[in-house]
C-alpha cells in the first residue's frame, strides 16, 4: 500500500527499559542494527500497526508496555534503487513512518526475537538512548535521528540533558560480559551487552540484505 509520492506507510518502534536505555536489535543475518518497524496494512490505524508490529518483531503483548508518546506528523525516507526489486522501481520510493516511544512495564523474559516463523531480528541488547548510528543502514539514519530528537523531550530530563549521537565509537558494555552462552560479539560484529538469538534453519555467515518490505 503505497501513497501518492511513491510512500509505504510504517511505524517505528523506540521500547525503552526502567534505565531509559532503549531496545536494539541486529538484523537476521545482517551487520545491521536498528529499532522495531513496519508497514501499515490496509484497515489498521497506526497504533494497530504499532502493536502488531511489537508481538511479531519482539514478542510484546500491549499489557508489557505504555504508550509514552508519539510522532506528530509522518517521517519519511527514501531506499536507493538498489535496494528496490527492480519492478517496484519507479513507484515504491521509500517509508513514511509514525514513530512510537514505548515504556517496558513487563519483564525482560517477555521480550521474544522467536514470536512467528518470520523474525526480523537474531541479537538484542539493551543500549543509551542516543544509539550508535553508525551502525543503521545508512539510508535511515535522517530519520532516526529526527525520532529520537522529537521524542527526547518525553525523557526524564536528567537523560534528555545528555543529548548526543554517536557516530564511529562503540556503545559503551552496559553488562560488563556477554550473556552466557553468546557466540563471540567479534564474528558478528555485535555491542558488548548484546544477546544473541541464532535461527537454526538459516545460515550465520550471509552478508548485509535489505529489501522492500524490510526497508
Not at 530528537?149 to 552496559?174: C, K, M, Q, V
Amino acid at each position: 500500500m503505497l501513497d501518492r509520492d511513491g510512500f509505504r506507510p510504517n511505524v517505528g518502534i523506540v521500547l525503552l527499559n526502567q534505565k531509559n536505555q532503549v531496545f536494539w536489535g541486529k538484523r537476521i543475518r545482517t551487520h545491521s542494527w536498528q529499532f522495531p518497524q513496519g508497514g501499515i496494512d490496509r484497515g489498521e490505524t497506526p497504533e494497530q500497526a504499532m502493536y502488531r508490529e511489537l508481538h511479531e518483531e519482539v514478542g510484546l503483548q500491549p499489557e508489557h508496555v505504555c504508550v509514552v508518546a508519539r510522532t506528530r506528523d509522518w517521517l519519511r525516507y527514501e531506499v536507493p534503487d538498489r535496494y528496490i526489486r527492480r519492478d517496484a522501481r519507479g513507484h515504491y520510493k521509500g517509508q513514511k513512518q509514525i514513530w512510537y516511544l514505548l515504556q517496558l512495564v513487563g519483564h525482560d523474559w517477555n521480550l521474544n526475537l522467536r514470536a512467528t516463523d518470520h523474525p526480523e531480528f537474531d541479537a538484542w541488547r539493551w543500549n543509551d538512548y542516543w544509539v550508535p548510528l553508525d551502525m543503521v543502514v545508512e539510508f535511515k539514519r535522517g530519520v532516526y535521528e529526527m525520532a529520537l530528537t522529537e521524542l527526547a523531550r518525553f525523557l526524564p530530563r536528567n537523560e534528555s540533558r545528555n543529548r548526543y549521537l554517536r557516530y564511529g565509537p562503540r556503545s559503551r558494555d552496559i553488562d560488563n560480559q556477554l550473556p552466557s552462552g553468546e557466540l563471540p560479539g567479534a564474528l558478528f560484529d555485535m555491542p558488548p551487552g548484546a544477546t544473541f538469538d541464532p535461527d537454526p534453519q538459516s545460515s550465520l555467515s550471509g552478508g548485509p540484505k535489505v529489501d522492500q518490505h524490510a526497508a
